[in-house]
């Protein structure tokens, strides 16, 4: 089932529940391009899509961190998910702000595409030669329209260690 509009606001983390399974209690996964990839969030960790926020760059940071976003008043990450998943950056316009643990974090997309429920068969494991670089941020492989996705792993998917060091220059609330 694909949706053309974008999800809103998810009001709490018990909502996400309802949420989280779709068509047949299929998972729904929020579908957007980030450089030449398409990539799938668990909708379950989506707080919400907005157009491109101001982005202010912050020294030392991973080459995959952009910079930072006022978002709701807060100080946000802003990740580059093209340099996060390949090599290619991406042409942000969108923000999409996930759940990663108990921070947020915004996924700098070109595009969100909707909200699609995938069955957990239709996900294949990564190849032996990407598990030990890409298995901290993407969780599966599959196939959509006959064209690769890559599931994300929202939970690891920036180091901690990058995260504690923008906190502990104050970057983060």
């Known amino acids: 089932m694909m949706r053309s ?35 799938a969030i668990p909708i379950a960790d989506v707080i919400e899509t907005m157009r491109l926020l101001p982005i202010e760059a912050v020294s030392g940071a991973p080459p995959y961190v ?15 998910t093209g340099l996060l998943v390949g090599e290619q950056a991406t042409r942000c316009t969108r923000l ?12 700098a997309a070109e595009a969100v595409e909707g909200v699609s429920a995938i069955a957990p068969d239709k996900l294949g494991q990564l190849p032996p030669l990407l598990r030990a670089g890409a298995s901290e941020t993407i969780e599966a492989i599959g196939m959509l329209d006959a064209e690769l996705i890559l599931f994300l792993r929202t939970a690891r998917i920036v180091p901690d260690e990058a995260l504690d060091r923008l906190e502990f220059a104050g970057a983060l609330s």
Do not use: S, Y
């Open 5 to 39: 509009e974008a999800i809103a606001t998810v009001a709490a983390p018990e909502g996400a529940e309802a949420l989280a399974a779709g068509d047949a209690g299929r998972p729904l996964w929020l579908l957007c391009r980030a450089g030449a990839h398409r990539c």
């Open 66 to 80: 952009r910079g930072l976003a006022i978002i709701r008043g807060a100080p946000v990450p802003v990740i580059d």
């Open 96 to 107: 999409v702000t996930i759940r990663t643990g108990t921070r947020t974090v915004a996924l």
